[in-house]
């Protein structure tokens, strides 16, 4: 195959998040759906930084759960296994 073709040296650009204003009553809510999303691409590092949380926030707990639910009732397994993963993990710091 041509080297015109293949890109060994690229990567993945970090996922983008749009989240509301820091002071917005959704902001938590969106930044849970943020470390999901980025945990998912394999990089949940953009979440902690577009967040200013860090994986695992207990903050976040409730709507991790409430992702979780809706991921169990869509039989949605990736996204099931994300979430129970932070929910693992915010255990630890919280």
């Known amino acids: 195959m041509s080297r015109a073709f293949v890109n060994e040296d690229a990567q993945e650009p970090d996922p983008r998040y749009v989240l509301p204003k820091r002071d917005d009553p959704t902001f938590d809510e969106a930044a849970a759906w943020s470390f999901i999303e980025g945990a998912n691409a394999g990089n949940s590092r953009s979440a902690e930084l577009a967040t200013g949380y ?38 630890t710091l919280g």
């Open 54 to 91: 860090r994986w695992g926030e207990p903050a976040l707990t409730p709507h991790i759960e409430s992702i979780l639910n809706r991921a169990r009732a869509e039989r949605d397994e990736r996204t099931q296994e994300l979430a129970e993963r932070f929910l693992r993990k915010a255990k």
